[in-house]
């Protein structure tokens, strides 16, 4: 549990060295998926946050999935995925 813990206690450390990057850096110029599942509390929040520090965003509603995509509809994210990976 203390590793998990961790996690939550390094969010203001890792905002800030992320603010520091964007600045730095500029926003990000990969491709990036922002995937997100239709039955999701984010939705496209999550696409929306993406913009905030990349130029190239594709944003995915995956159907009858939550927070775990991945396992609650793996076929439509593997599809998803390897069409984005192939482009």
């Known amino acids: ?12 450390q890792d905002a800030q ?6 600045e730095r850096n500029g926003k990000l110029k ?3 998926l922002s995937i997100f599942g239709a039955i999701s509390n984010t939705g496209s929040g999550v ?6 520090v990349g130029e190239d965003i594709t944003g995915l509603e995956i159907p ?11 076929e439509k994210f593997g599809a998803a995925l390897q069409q ?3 482009r």
């Open 17 to 22: 060295e992320n603010r520091s990057a964007l």
């Open 64 to 74: 009858r999935a939550a927070h775990w995509i991945a396992e609650e509809n793996p």
């Open 1 to 12: 549990m203390r590793a998990g813990f961790e996690l939550y206690r390094a969010f203001d």
């Open 47 to 52: 696409v929306e946050m993406m913009h905030e």
């Open 30 to 32: 990969i491709p990036i």
């Open 84 to 86: 984005f990976l192939d």
